[in-house]
Every structure is written in C-alpha cells, then in structure tokens.
T-cell receptor, first 113, second 116 residues
C-alpha cells in the first residue's frame, strides 16, 4: 500500500503558486520523498526529491518538515500546462526494495485561467 | 538526452495473438522497469531489471514475459492476454541500483494496449 496521503484534488489560479501537501507520517530514516506528475495520457515525469533538507530545481521546490512526517511541493508560478496528477512517493533503496516506486492516488491539480 | 522511447504507441490484439512491446533508452541507465496503468488508476510496478537481470517480478501472470536483451532495450512479450489486461503499459529507467541513494526514474510515454 502507498505510504502517503494527499488531497484528491486542488485548484490553482494561473500565475499563482501551487502548494501541494503530502503526509508521510510513517516515513523511515532512509526513505526519500519523491514527487512525480502525470499529465493526461502521458508517462509520469520526475519533478524533485529530497531526504531531509529543502530542495529546489528549475521545476519546483520541496519543503520537508523537520520531523519528516510531511512535505509540500511548490510550483512557484503555475501555468495551464502544470495541470496534472501529482504523486508524492516515499521510497528507499535497500535489500529487496530496488528503489521501487509505489504510486498512491495522487492529487489532481487543475490550474485555471 | 533524458528520453525513454516506447513502441508501438497503440496496440490492439486478440486474445490468441502474440505481440511485443519495446522500450529503449540511451542514458546509460542499468535499471529498467515495466509498469501497468489502468484507466483512472496510478501506475503499478510489474517488473524490475537491474544490470539486464530480472530482479523483481510483482507476481505478474506468465502471459506477460519480460526480456532485457541489452542495457538499452527492454521488451514485454504478450501472449494469450485477457480483455482485463487492456491498459497503458509504461517503461521507465534509472541509474544502476546499488548501495544507498536516490534514483529518479524516467518514464516513456507508454503503449496503450487494447485486448479484444
């Protein structure tokens, strides 16, 4: 079973920041938090990952709470092309794990004009 | 180049047919994956190959047969499928899985399979 909890859906106005929350209260010390998104009828796209520290790349920022039990993905200036299902996944590389990604239901983000 | 290609884009096959799905990457990745995604559901892992060897089979029926002929190619051979096997089949790749660390996966666009 997926080890994360995300809201089913969210709306965001175009040009505004989109803040997508994720709860992962049972995360283990060696598990990373990954974010992927899937635009309709396309393959999932890697966005960002983090372990403890906040991370930023050209697509988004990832804020992880100090206790690591939750995180927030921030798209700083959402565009219509950011409309997608966003998946928060926790995963660790360990014997027998192979870095598997177990996708939950994700958050359907709708960016509106 | 961070592209994973999959062919064909669409496939319609009868329950008695034999067909194959193909996946290719040229990123030097040594781990490759097959996922299955039913409509309005998240992707589900089917198989993992690490250094061209099958390392994980998530209890997939034998009518699905994966093959990794070299480090750039991954095939999924299909035989005697059922209509409920109709789905989007996604291929992904990542750096070699070894030790500790984070390994982002890069996905192809998928093959939309319809079994009639």
């Amino acid at each position: 079973d997926a080890k994360t909890t995300q809201p089913t859906s969210m709306d965001c106005a175009e040009g505004r920041a989109a803040n997508l929350p994720c709860n992962h209260s049972t995360i283990s010390g060696n598990e990373y938090v990954y974010w992927y998104r899937q635009i309709h009828s396309q393959g999932p796209q890697y966005i960002i990952h983090g372990l403890k520290n906040n991370e930023t790349n050209e697509m988004a920022s990832l804020i992880i709470t100090e206790d690591r039990k939750s995180s927030t993905l921030i798209l700083p200036h959402a565009t219509l092309r950011d409309t997608a299902v966003y998946y928060c996944i926790v995963s660790a590389l360990s014997r027998g794990s192979q870095g598997n990604l177990i996708f939950g239901k994700g958050t359907k983000l709708s960016v509106k004009p | 180049d961070t592209e994973v290609t999959q062919t064909p884009k669409h496939l319609v096959m009868g329950m008695t047919n034999k067909k194959s799905l193909k996946c290719e990457q040229h990123m030097g990745h040594r781990a490759m994956y097959w996922y299955k995604q039913k409509a309005k559901k998240p992707p589900e892992l089917m198989f993992v190959y690490s250094y061209e060897k099958l390392s994980i089979n998530e209890s997939v029926p034998s009518r699905f047969s994966p093959e990794c002929p070299n480090s750039s190619l991954l095939n999924l051979h299909l035989h005697a499928l059922q209509p409920e096997d109709s789905a989007l089949y996604l291929c992904a790749s990542s750096q070699a899985i070894s030790g500790q660390g984070a390994y982002e996966q890069y996905f192809g666009p998928g093959t939309r399979l319809t079994v009639t």
